[in-house]
């Protein structure tokens, strides 16, 4: 091969990597923003899952009433939706996903109202670590997936606080420029590259998951002093102290007058501690959740149930996530202290 003979064949290759590496790029983008705009089932399957069941059980209930108790994982595995409803004529579900706190809890709320889903009550979680700017970390952006979020949706996390908001925002940018890594799973599952036969396949990521929302957690024993202790790594530096972070909190109060400017009554929910969790409490911590409390009571007017000490120890995992049986229990209890009399409400609204 000559000279100019070897230069040319460089010059064909080197073209043609370009050409590749241009095509690759522009697929990427052109698959980054279909997935952001068009492609909710590919960026936040989970919620499709969940508003997908509660359009069924509402479509199963026509002109019943609709409650939807929408919060973290402390909601997800511990709320017993069915057991809930009891012998109510109500649609009961169980919209909490892990890790969401103000800020996604609103999105979630604002895609519904978008899709003109709406239900009578919601149950609404007050989880305070995700409200306490005393700790070195912001929960909310530590816990928050950006990649889930729309680009209209995560713009906002630009001025949501002020502490750091990296964490959410550079998953949302690692989503966006590879598309076809983050959303691997979710793609396959659209075009359905991946066929198996009944009970040969891999576990659903939301499973086990039953018609209502409720996920319930199924953990050995041997590993529940590890997860205590995970909990209290993750939770402690916000028991020490209180300072009311202004941003989550303006986050739940337009979700509040979002949720009543559209007709649906609002309940304030504080879900069961174990007696460790509760003993964490910083006596500057107990004073501020407690004006958190009172505030939303007297101030913008909507009742709060406060269910920390509802159940005993045995009723949990790790002092945070309830067992099944605790799930029944609260769930019990739920019903008369915070379903039922929602549900009279609602009645002497409409006499």
């Not at 000559?2 to 050409?19: E, L």
């Not at 995560?154 to 908001?165: D, F, P, T, W």
């Not at 009723?315 to 929602?342: I, M, N, S, V, W």
Request: with cysteine.
């Amino acid at each position: 091969m000559t000279g100019t003979t070897r230069a040319r064949w460089r010059r064909k290759h080197r073209a043609a990597a370009f050409w590749l590496l241009g095509a690759f790029v522009a697929s990427q983008v052109a698959l980054a923003v279909w997935i952001d705009q068009h492609a909710l089932s590919v960026r936040d399957p989970e919620y499709v899952l969940l508003e997908g069941m509660l359009r069924d059980r509402m479509a199963e209930a026509p002109g019943q009433p609709s409650t939807v108790f929408v919060g973290s994982s402390r909601v997800a595995h511990g709320f017993n939706a069915a057991r809930a409803r009891g012998a109510n004529e109500v649609v009961v579900f169980n919209f909490g996903v892990p890790g969401s706190g103000p800020y996604f809890q609103t999105i979630m709320l604002d895609r519904m109202a978008a899709s003109g889903l709406r239900t009578d009550v919601l149950f609404l979680e007050l989880l305070h670590p995700f409200y306490n700017a005393a700790a070195a970390r912001s929960l909310d952006h530590s816990l928050l997936d950006g990649a889930r979020l729309s680009y209209g949706e995560a713009v906002g996390l630009l001025s949501y606080g002020e502490r750091s908001k990296s964490g959410p925002l550079r998953r949302w940018f690692y989503a966006r420029a590879l598309p076809i890594r983050r959303h691997q799973a979710e793609l396959r599952d659209l075009i359905g590259l991946d066929e198996y036969r009944p009970g040969r396949g891999p576990p659903s990521a939301y499973d086990p998951i039953d018609p209502f929302g409720y996920r319930p957690w199924l953990k050995d024993p041997k590993e529940w002093a590890e997860l205590t202790a995970l909990a209290h790594r993750q939770y402690d530096p916000f028991y020490a102290d209180f300072r009311l972070d202004s941003a989550p909190w303006g986050r739940m109060l337009a979700t509040i007058d979002g949720a009543r400017s559209a007709g649906t009554a609002v309940v304030v929910v504080l879900m069961p501690e174990g007696s460790e969790f509760r003993g964490l409490y910083s006596p500057t911590c107990r004073a501020g959740v407690e004006d958190l409390i009172r505030r939303l009571r007297d101030e913008v007017g909507v009742p709060v149930v406060d269910g920390r000490d509802w159940l005993p120890d045995s009723a949990f995992y790790d002092q945070h996530h309830l067992k099944p049986d605790g799930a029944k229990a609260f769930a019990d209890r739920f019903r008369t202290e915070a379903l039922e009399p929602a549900l009279a409400r609602l009645r002497r609204h409409a006499d």
